[in-house]
């Protein structure tokens, strides 16, 4: 049996996770590798201990599949492994971003390209495989108006600098 970790995690980041790694949806699980920056945040925030864990009951819970190499073997034959709250409260902000940067990167590409939002985020949500609801695209296009809000403001502030030095 594979070493298994369980973690919270809101539904939309179970899709994002399952993209990047490569893992089909049909599986149960994902599968981590250390290939990804995000599969060595998760190897590094495992907690190792020679009882059970007690943790509570999760909303939304994800299975993430460790690999098993030379170094870590014995470790996880031996004793019982986890993630405590405190890290995967971590590690929830760290996916977050990245999907985020994930999404800017995603509108910034489109948008050079001469397409409409609303193309934009039906394409993001289907390469993602996110579930295509009102919940999900409305997120999606919240993220990007922000985005742009962002850029707005550096443009007023670059242009007010370069008026009134």
Known sequence: ???QVIIELPPHLHDYLFHEFGTPRSEEAITVTAANDL??????MITVSDRP???AIKEHPVTLVLPVQEWNH???QENF???PEWKQRML?????ASYRIRIREYFIAGYEKGYKQDRIIRAFLYAYNIKNNAINYD???KYDYRNRQRMV?????????SLFP
């Not at 599969?39 to 590094?44: A, E, F, R």
């Not at 929830?92 to 977050?96: A, C, L, M, Q, T």
């Open 39 to 44: 599969g060595k945040l998760i190897q590094s």
């Open 153 to 161: 403001k550096e443009v007023d502030r670059d242009i007010q600098l």
């Open 1 to 3: 049996m594979k070493p």
């Open 81 to 83: 492994i986890y993630i």
């Open 74 to 76: 014995f470790i996880f």
């Open 139 to 141: 997120a999606v296009k």
């Open 92 to 96: 929830r902000e760290y996916i977050e």
């Open 53 to 55: 864990p007690k943790q």
